[in-house]
């Protein structure tokens, strides 16, 4: 793993919204995570496929928590 997203793990970890946040700021973090999960599957190597499946989950937690804000 690189540096950059160590820091961003790291980033993430402090950011990570509490239990009262709105739900747009918890899918703005899913997102992000998707983001870093996505850098480090491009980036090859025997965790890619794992870190593909950890994106698109975050990037569907995300999705259902706009989705039940509108519905």
Do not use: C
Request: glycine share 10%; charged share 25%; hydrophobic share 45%.
């Amino acid at each position: 793993m690189s540096d950059g997203a160590l820091r961003g793990f790291g980033e993430l970890i402090l950011l990570r919204p509490g239990r009262q946040a709105p739900p747009t700021v918890v899918a703005e973090w899913y997102r992000r995570k998707a983001e870093l999960f996505e850098d480090i599957a491009a980036n090859g190597g025997p965790e890619a496929g794992e870190a593909r499946n950890l994106a698109a989950a975050a990037r569907q937690h995300a999705a259902r928590l706009l989705a039940d804000k509108v519905a």
